[in-house]
């Protein structure tokens, strides 16, 4: 069996274009056109948006009116909102109350990949958030959705509270900036090609059959 085509991907859970750049390469994937590799391997890496966010977050609508101004983000609400319906996702940007600190969403993700289901916890943040309003800063909903997508209890306590997983994070993000990376989604591909934004699923069409022929190339001769 070929080995898989690995992505690297950081992220923001309350980053829309993450999300959006999910579904996009999920799109292409999912398209099973020939030479596309049989199987993608996805490490997901913390990029807080605002990591002097405070801890209890803060109200949305204060929060964009501050960053964009209130007639410019709700311009961008609505431009993403149809990007969303697109790709399957009923952003409810209006519905919506706080933004949250995603630190211990971010923990959350870090222990799910020791658990084998960061996959699963990524999407589970994002539907979450997005889509049903849910506040992914509070303890008591992550303890919820690392429930449902199989966790071990103990292991999830522990990475919510330990300051090892906290040092992990942390370490993880401050390589990304290391590498030069300012903006998400940001995918590092067969852990040496940069690739920025949330691009269409035409541009993963495009590379990721050349990404599947390179990661089974033999090794150049020594």
């Not at 706080?98 to 699963?120: C, F, M, S, V, Y």
């Not at 290391?178 to 690739?195: A, C, D, H, N, T």
Request: negative net charge.
């Amino acid at each position: 069996m070929a080995d898989p085509v690995s992505i690297t991907v950081y992220s923001d859970v309350i980053c829309p274009w993450c999300y959006v750049g999910k579904r996009r390469l999920e799109a292409a994937l999912a398209e099973g056109a020939p030479g596309m590799p049989a199987h993608v391997s996805f490490s997901w890496r913390p990029f807080e948006l605002n990591p002097d966010m405070p801890a209890e977050g803060m109200e949305r609508k204060t929060y964009r009116a501050r960053k964009f101004g209130e007639a410019r983000s709700a311009e961008l609400d609505v431009k993403m909102a149809e990007t969303g319906r697109e790709l399957g996702i009923d952003f409810a940007f209006d519905r919506m109350q706080r933004t949250p600190n995603t630190r211990q969403a971010h923990r959350l993700i870090w222990e799910a990949g020791r658990q084998g289901r960061q996959d699963a916890m990524v999407e589970r943040l994002f539907h979450a958030y997005f889509e049903e309003r849910l506040d992914i800063g509070a303890a008591t909903a992550l303890r919820s959705f690392a429930s449902e997508c199989g966790l071990d209890a103990k292991g999830v306590e522990t990475a919510l509270t330990d300051q090892g997983s906290l040092d992990a994070v942390i370490e993880l993000e401050q390589q990304g900036y290391r590498v030069g990376i300012q903006g998400v989604p940001f995918f590092i591909l067969l852990q040496k090609y940069g690739v920025s934004g949330a691009q269409p699923p035409e541009f993963w069409r495009d590379a990721l059959p050349r990404l599947a022929a390179e990661a089974v190339a033999p090794a150049p001769a020594s």
